[in-house]
């Protein structure tokens, strides 16, 4: 019955246009009149601690940090850097793009942002060399949703707030998956590129000059090593490797490549100010939500519709894959993460789970959905970019999603992807 008032309710509002933190506070007033304790105070308490939370606070110095690095050049000096490796090969503009969000991705932490970056930058280099628009733009949006997997990730960030699990092993946790999606992108690139009408090809870089292209991004570069590194010998927590993240990208756009101006920094400001404000509301409603669902036993509930599958780990994993994928398609990533976690987070633990491995499969799992229509914010971005429909890019974009559920499957079925390269790095 609470399940069902919840849904209910949540995605009666969104239908209505209700924006997605509202509607998620009118699904917890619904769950409070359900179970009898209407409060205003209730509401109002778990908005405030929703917000004040210290892990949470490593969400605006990341959205901030990726700001100051796009303003910065460094975005520009990544694609550089990836084009003196493979830019001289046949189809080499798509291995700079996978390389280059693979890069990227350990500096925002946004797959919108290193779309939008690195999306400007390629698709219409790509475009002038004879690629395929559609498929390009598909592979650019593809790989972008890398970034939500490799460590610094701000969704990875939400879960382990909102499922109490360890923020740094979340990030440990993703490298490996995060590098499987990129290489079965490159593999995929290699069997199409094979159609690219290329008849020149830039010449291959010597060593001398890949070396004067790489020196400047070594600043770029080492920024992903100081944050991962930094975590995992336990030097700071994930909030405040966030900061050491913006000193550094303000430090490097504005004193090595100085490209930043003190008159930059307002509208860098602003916009790290705009995109903060939306995800800290949403996640300070969901934490209200997420009260509201456990004291009305919700996850219990839960529990007992997938009680069928509880004592076969893999078969509740594809369960809960299938109910993840679909709620990708018309949910947007962070509320889904926010709404989704403590509901199905508990059932994992007791079908013992491990936590932060069912914390990697499911962001995976949304993050596909920030690239399938109707709802992905990804694509909508690759499409202002390129000028091309949605149903273009979804025909260009259908063989790099089947490498991302592919790779989801393997999680799925040899769950020690994730656990054993897991063990290592923490």
């Given at each position: 019955?609470?399940?069902?008032?919840?849904?209910?309710?949540?995605?009666?509002?969104?239908?209505?246009?209700?924006?997605?933190?509202?509607?998620?506070?009118?699904?917890?007033?619904?769950?409070?009149?359900?179970?009898?304790?209407?409060?205003?105070?209730?509401?109002?308490q778990?908005?405030?601690?929703?917000?004040?939370?210290?892990?949470?606070?490593?969400?605006?110095?990341f959205?901030?940090a990726?700001?100051?690095?796009?303003?910065?050049?460094?975005?520009?000096?990544?694609?550089?850097?990836?084009?003196?490796?493979?830019?001289?090969?046949?189809?080499?503009?798509?291995?700079?793009?996978?390389i280059?969000?693979?890069?990227f991705?350990?500096?925002?932490?946004?797959?919108?942002?290193?779309?939008a970056?690195?999306?400007?930058?390629?698709?219409?280099?790509?475009?002038?060399?004879?690629?395929?628009?559609?498929?390009?733009?598909?592979?650019?949006?593809?790989?972008?949703?890398?970034?939500?997997?490799?460590?610094?990730?701000?969704?990875?960030?939400?879960?382990?707030v909102?499922?109490?699990?360890?923020?740094?092993?979340?990030?440990?946790?993703?490298?490996?998956?995060?590098?499987?999606?990129?290489?079965?992108?490159?593999?995929v690139?290699?069997?199409?590129?094979?159609?690219?009408?290329?008849?020149?090809?830039?010449?291959?870089?010597?060593?001398?000059?890949?070396?004067?292209?790489?020196?400047?991004?070594?600043?770029?570069?080492?920024?992903?090593?100081?944050?991962?590194?930094?975590?995992?010998?336990?030097?700071?927590t994930?909030?405040?490797?966030?900061?050491?993240?913006?000193f550094?990208?303000?430090?490097?756009?504005?004193?090595?490549?100085?490209?930043?101006?003190?008159?930059?920094?307002?509208?860098?400001?602003?916009?790290?100010?705009?995109?903060?404000?939306?995800?800290?509301l949403?996640?300070?409603?969901?934490?209200?939500?997420?009260?509201?669902?456990?004291?009305?036993?919700?996850?219990?509930?839960?529990?007992?519709?997938?009680?069928?599958?509880?004592?076969?780990?893999?078969?509740?994993?594809?369960?809960?894959s299938?109910?993840?994928?679909?709620?990708?398609?018309?949910?947007?990533?962070?509320?889904?993460?926010?709404?989704?976690?403590?509901?199905?987070?508990?059932?994992?633990?007791?079908?013992?789970?491990?936590?932060?491995?069912?914390?990697?499969?499911?962001?995976?799992?949304?993050?596909?959905?920030?690239?399938?229509?109707?709802?992905?914010?990804?694509?909508?971005?690759?499409?202002?970019?390129?000028?091309?429909?949605?149903?273009?890019?979804?025909?260009?974009?259908?063989?790099?999603?089947?490498?991302?559920?592919?790779?989801l499957?393997?999680?799925?079925?040899?769950?020690?992807?994730?656990?054993?390269?897991?063990?290592?790095?923490?």
């Amino acid at each position: 019955m609470a399940l069902g008032v919840f849904l209910g309710s949540l995605f009666g509002a969104l239908t209505l246009g209700v924006p997605i933190a509202f509607a998620l506070i009118l699904s917890a007033v619904a769950l409070m009149f359900l179970l009898g304790m209407v409060d205003s105070q209730i509401v109002a308490q778990n908005l405030i601690s929703g917000a004040n939370s210290f892990s949470l606070m490593a969400i605006p110095f990341f959205i901030l940090a990726g700001e100051l690095m796009n303003a910065g050049g460094i975005s520009r000096r990544v694609v550089d850097f990836a084009m003196a490796l493979v830019g001289h090969i046949r189809g080499g503009l798509g291995y700079v793009a996978i390389i280059a969000s693979v890069l990227f991705a350990g500096l925002s932490g946004s797959a919108v942002a290193d779309t939008a970056a690195l999306g400007a930058i390629l698709i219409p280099m790509m475009t002038a060399r004879s690629y395929s628009k559609n498929r390009s733009t598909g592979l650019v949006a593809a790989a972008g949703i890398i970034a939500v997997v490799i460590p610094p990730s701000i969704p990875m960030i939400l879960f382990g707030v909102t499922g109490s699990v360890s923020i740094s092993q979340l990030f440990m946790g993703g490298i490996v998956p995060g590098i499987l999606m990129a290489g079965g992108l490159g593999a995929v690139w290699l069997f199409i590129s094979r159609k690219n009408d290329e008849s020149e090809l830039p010449e291959r870089k010597s060593m001398k000059e890949i070396w004067q292209v790489t020196k400047p991004t070594l600043w770029a570069l080492t920024l992903p090593v100081v944050i991962i590194g930094g975590i995992r010998a336990g030097v700071f927590t994930p909030t405040e490797a966030s900061v050491v993240a913006v000193f550094f990208a303000l430090a490097i756009g504005m004193f090595v490549y100085k490209e930043l101006k003190i008159s930059d920094l307002y509208n860098v400001f602003v916009a790290s100010a705009k995109t903060t404000s939306v995800v800290m509301l949403v996640a300070a409603a969901a934490i209200v939500a997420a009260w509201l669902i456990t004291v009305a036993h919700v996850p219990q509930d839960m529990a007992n519709l997938l009680s069928p599958f509880m004592d076969n780990q893999i078969l509740l994993m594809i369960v809960i894959s299938v109910l993840l994928l679909a709620v990708g398609c018309v949910m947007d990533l962070t509320p889904a993460i926010l709404i989704f976690t403590p509901v199905l987070l508990p059932i994992a633990e007791m079908a013992s789970i491990d936590p932060v491995y069912f914390g990697i499969v499911m962001i995976i799992n949304l993050s596909i959905g920030l690239i399938t229509p109707p709802v992905g914010t990804v694509l909508y971005v690759a499409c202002g970019i390129s000028k091309i429909s949605i149903v273009e890019l979804t025909k260009g974009i259908w063989p790099f999603l089947l490498v991302h559920v592919t790779v989801l499957f393997l999680l799925i079925v040899f769950p020690e992807i994730v656990t054993v390269p897991l063990g290592w790095f923490t």
